[in-house]
């Protein structure tokens, strides 16, 4: 029987099983990526972007198109450019969902687009079989030159479209098989008068939040603002200090604030809000909403003592001003000479400059395009898309906040005050094209970009697809 007992032990000398401690993990799954994976991304996706194809202006459902004719004008003189021809798309914008982008040209022309037919046409099964690759939902052609659109965020089948030429903003409707506006918007009676040459309207905003509100900036120097519920007059002016021609306008994200540039570098700020909650209380009275700021970018770039002293800085006129989807702060700015930055809106300080090589460099003596070009940015990771003014190109400008960019601006005393390239993780990518590149639109969700030429076509920059035999080898040499 005692073969059969075991000696007891005491709890003393007995040890304890040697289990592994529990630990927190470091890393939680919640279906996100870190910022710095998101932009090391988007960088390597920048290098497989090139032009894909170019889509010339489409002229077979309306013979009489005044941008075809202007187009062949232009051609038969290349050796003598004559300077009264209306030519080049001068705006572009995506609608909401990415599924038509519209168009205007200096010619008075107005063309809607489905993006999927021109993708298709380049990526499609049968890209090779598509004959009327550019086929237009809508081609409107106008007595009257064009320079902005806008799709109306409230409803998406309606489309505005200003003109420097005249005071008025049209409103299609792309489901009316009609040539005529359904609505037409006027300044109304103005204050002051105002000399013909500068009674023209150049950008349009619509209001998020107000569905009912719409804003134009004037070459008089002020933005007009219209209800239209009440009227298709204007119901407000906002005049800035200088009576310089006004070129871009922007709402802030909430729509409290409008910004407005000028041709005399200026960039000038009215708080929509008149001292109420909302500015959709209706007020005739100018001073309920002040003037909050003027912003002269020359002396801003200024205190740049690092490009100062490489360059004798000027005023110069602001093409555009456009705020980052991706960082509201952050209120790009392009001007006249190809340069384009960031204000922040936080510091009202300039924190990014892309200053590329002047054009005598590459044997031209003054920029190709005169034209008022219209940058774009990409849906994410803050890259700015604007065409160059003295090369057949698109840059691709890494404006990301933060010291890493390649354009960062170091304000801080007894430091190099322009970033090198090389000491931040971003880069700048430079896209060639095969025409001038006068305005920008990209698509909210694949962020293909469709460039509008001076040559009225419409170019599609986009991610290249390997075949393929590219893919073969990539893997044989992996």
Not at 315 to 341: M, N, R, T, V
């Amino acid at each position: 029987m005692q073969r059969f007992t075991v000696p007891i032990v005491s709890r003393e000398n007995s040890r304890s099983l040697c289990r592994p401690v529990w630990k927190r993990s470091a890393l939680e799954l919640d279906g996100r990526f870190s910022s710095r994976f998101r932009r090391d991304s988007c960088q390597l996706l920048l290098d497989l972007y090139a032009e894909v194809r170019s889509f010339g202006h489409n002229c077979c459902s309306r013979p009489d198109c005044p941008t075809h004719a202007a187009r062949v004008i232009s051609a038969a003189n290349q050796n003598r450019p004559n300077p009264f021809i209306r030519e080049g798309i001068s705006g572009l914008e995506f609608d909401s969902k990415g599924i038509y982008v519209a168009s205007v040209t200096k010619s008075g022309c107005l063309t809607v687009v489905d993006f999927e037919n021109l993708y298709c046409s380049v990526y499609g099964p049968y890209s090779s079989l598509c004959v009327d690759e550019s086929k237009c939902v809508l081609h409107i052609c106008t007595s009257k030159s064009l320079d902005a659109v806008r799709w109306n965020p409230a409803n998406q089948d309606e489309v505005c479209c200003a003109s420097r030429k005249h005071s008025s903003v049209l409103l299609y409707d792309i489901g009316y098989v009609s040539s005529e506006p359904i609505e037409v918007f006027e300044k109304g009676k103005l204050n002051f008068s105002v000399p013909e040459a500068f009674n023209g309207l150049s950008d349009i905003a619509f209001a998020s939040t107000d569905k009912s509100r719409l804003l134009a900036s004037g070459l008089d120097g002020s933005i007009y603002i219209w209800d239209r519920r009440l009227s298709n007059l204007s119901c407000l002016s906002l005049s800035s200090s200088s009576k310089s021609p006004l070129n871009s306008i922007e709402l802030d994200i909430e729509d409290r604030i409008v910004f407005g540039a000028n041709q005399q570098g200026i960039i000038y700020a009215w708080d929509l809000r008149g001292g109420r909650s909302s500015f959709a209380f209706q007020s005739h009275n100018e001073d309920c909403y002040p003037l909050l700021t003027s912003l002269k970018v020359s002396s801003m770039l200024e205190n740049i003592s690092a490009l100062k002293e490489q360059s004798n800085i000027l005023p110069k006129e602001i093409h555009s001003i456009k705020l980052d989807p991706s960082c509201s702060y952050q209120l790009a700015f392009h001007l006249d000479d190809g340069w384009s930055g960031v204000l922040n809106l936080n510091s009202l300080n300039v924190t990014h400059m892309h200053c590329p090589p002047p054009p005598w460099l590459d044997g031209i003596n003054e920029p190709v395009a005169q034209c008022l070009r219209r940058p774009a940015w990409l849906p994410a990771n803050s890259v700015y898309a604007v065409g160059s003014s003295s090369v057949n190109g698109v840059y691709l400008l890494d404006f990301f906040p933060g010291r890493s960019s390649a354009c960062h601006v170091d304000h801080s005393d007894g430091a190099n005050n322009v970033s090198v390239e090389s000491k931040g993780v971003g880069k700048n990518r430079f896209i060639p094209v095969s025409e001038i590149v006068l305005a920008c639109a990209v698509h909210p969700q694949n962020g293909a970009i469709i460039a509008g030429s001076k040559q009225s076509a419409l170019l599609m920059v986009s991610r290249t697809h390997q075949t393929d035999d590219e893919e073969n080898q990539l893997h044989e040499g992996c």
